[in-house]
């Protein structure tokens, strides 16, 4: 098959009338992509089940098979059984990509070409327009009276949140605008999470995983030795966070 | 032992055991409290939630009387009665144990709630060991819950997660989406405490751990080789015999009953100096 391929290029008999046209051709190809080291029978199994809950989606498209995943298929028998095993289930495949270890001369004796470009699918574009400036919306304060337990997320989306209590290490709170604590902060507290730079933090005991102002953050490692465990006050300068204790 | 059972009606108490963490000793104290529960004479069942790894049957020592199991009953397999063991030391106590077959999908709100339904008919106080975690057979355990002790011990780890249990206590339970229901009473029992290592700072202080939980102490076990001794028998620890952490366990009992008991930390006795010279050789 490469051999009639490799003449028609480049040794083309001398023709006077243009027995063949060149044109371009687009074909949507599925593309497989294999996430298993070797093709066990879990895989043919929920193969089969995929095949057999949507038939007509597979029969008679072309498909590719992608080993971005599957390093291990670069064993030719191993390639050549799952080739067999999927074209007896009537897979049309043709071709294989990110087939790194795989070597040509078995992708060839199994009919298969090696695809270098293409993608799985476009990318989604945003042609939308600018969006127009969005009227400003009301502030929305949000007050917690509990403590805020670990795993616990909580969202002021439109304004300022105060949390009478502890906020206990793993636990999060998110405000667009500032973040009070009235207790240990030993959580997350992200503030001007919508990029308000004049947001501020406050709590009564610094001890925080993480504070952030406008996307801007410091660790718990990076916390200042002077505001640990102190009444602090967490605000952006000069695109820097400073900390200040203030009482 | 005998008791005196209440003829009153039953109060119909749900108590969640739950910890978020495993190994913290939420089986033992759900075996110690409920047999403490059923010594003071309220007619007390513990139920195994910890589908498919049970263990409460062991601890109880009534591993061989099994026949039906709690997901038997829910399957409807099984009477209620059928699966309840009356306890051979205390007649005012009963275990219902789980199925060591299945797992916790086996476990349906459904089912649940209609188990729970008939023990509050019958029983002063329902006590449901939960496994450890905070997926399926942990919800299903402190779902109908109305009090909650979360076991944990002095270290990090364990009072983070039962900070996360105690999250999901006061926003995934059917008193926190009942509007107008009294919260969960979530109360902190700490286990495996050794003061001879927070005297030298190697562990958390009961302060430390209420600090970060801020909720009340139930009470404060020792560290204390009767617990593993009890376990291994087959025993609730406050049935075997006095010991420190017996009598830790019965104080928080009572305190779970509403009385007021005197915080007090029992260490084990130390080794006096002779008998840690010479112990060993003896």
């Known amino acids: 098959m490469s051999d009639r391929y490799a003449r028609t290029r480049h040794d083309p008999s001398p023709a006077t009338v243009a027995a063949f046209q060149v044109r371009g ?12 080291e070797s093709a066990d029978d879990t895989f043919y199994a929920q193969l089969d089940e995929q095949l057999l809950r949507t038939p007509q989606f597979f029969s008679g498209a ?6 971005i995943n599957a390093p291990g298929f670069g064993d030719p028998d191993r390639m050549r059984e799952l080739v067999g095993n999927l074209r007896r289930r009537e897979l049309q495949v043709f071709g294989v990509q990110n087939a790194v270890g795989i070597e040509e001369t078995v992708l060839q004796g199994l009919g298969l070409i090696a695809l270098t470009a293409g993608r799985d699918a476009p990318l989604p574009r945003d042609n939308s327009p600018v969006r127009p400036v969005e009227a400003p919306r009301p502030v929305q304060n949000k007050v917690i009276r509990s403590p805020v337990r670990s795993g616990q997320m909580i969202v002021a989306e439109q304004g300022d949140l105060t949390v009478i209590g502890s906020v206990a290490s793993g636990a999060e709170l998110v405000a667009a605008g500032n973040i009070h604590v009235y207790g240990p902060l030993r959580g997350r507290a992200m503030a001007g999470c919508h990029g308000d730079e004049s947001a501020h933090i406050f709590c009564q005991s610094l001890n925080a995983e993480l504070v952030a102002i406008a996307g801007l953050y410091h660790t718990s490692e990076m916390l200042e030795d002077a505001a640990r465990q102190r009444c602090t006050h967490i605000y952006l300068e000069d695109e820097k966070l400073r ?3 203030i009482a | 032992m005998t008791t005196e059972p209440k003829n009153n009606p039953p109060l119909g108490r749900v108590i969640v055991i739950t910890s978020g963490k495993g190994g913290v000793g939420k089986t033992t104290s759900a075996a110690a409290i409920s047999a403490g529960l059923a010594k003071q004479g309220f007619r007390t069942v513990v139920i195994d939630f910890d589908v498919g790894l049970r263990n409460l049957d062991m601890i109880m020592g009534c591993e061989r009387r099994v026949v039906f199991d709690f997901i038997n009953v829910i399957q409807g397999d099984a009477k209620l009665k059928q699966a309840l ?26 089912g649940v709630e209609q188990i729970l339904k008939e ?8 006590v449901c060991d939960s496994p450890a975690g905070i997926e399926r057979g942990a919800q299903m355990a402190m779902y109908f819950a109305d009090e909650a002790v979360v076991v944990t011990n002095p270290e990090v780890s364990s009072v983070r997660d039962s900070d996360r249990v105690l999250g999901l206590l006061s926003s995934q ?12 009473k979530a109360q902190v029992l700490l286990t495996r405490y050794d003061q001879a290592r927070v005297d030298i700072g190697e562990m958390m202080t009961v302060d430390d ?12 076990i020792p560290e204390s080789k009767a617990i593993l001794r009890a376990s291994n028998v087959g025993t609730p620890v406050v049935l075997d015999g006095p010991s420190a952490a017996a009598q830790a366990y019965e104080d928080a009992v009572s305190r779970l009953t509403g009385s007021d008991v005197e915080m007090r930390i029992v260490g084990e006795r130390r080794p006096g100096l002779f008998q840690r010279l010479f112990g060993r050789a003896s």
């Open chain 2, 173 to 184: 339970t059917k008193r926190a989406e009942t509007s107008g229901a009294e919260p969960i």
């Open chain 1, 243 to 245: 900390m200040e204790v």
């Open chain 2, 85 to 110: 063991i009356k306890d051979k030391r205390l007649d005012t106590l009963s275990i219902l144990p789980t199925s060591q077959t299945r797992d916790k999908d086996a476990l349906t709100k459904e």
């Open chain 2, 119 to 126: 023990l509050k008919a019958e029983f002063d106080y329902i």
């Open chain 1, 25 to 36: 051709r687009f074909l949507t190809a599925l593309a497989l992509r294999i996430d298993t």
């Open chain 2, 209 to 220: 751990v209420l600090e970060i939980l801020a909720v009340p102490l139930l009470g404060v």
């Open chain 1, 62 to 67: 072309p498909v590719v098979l992608d080993f």
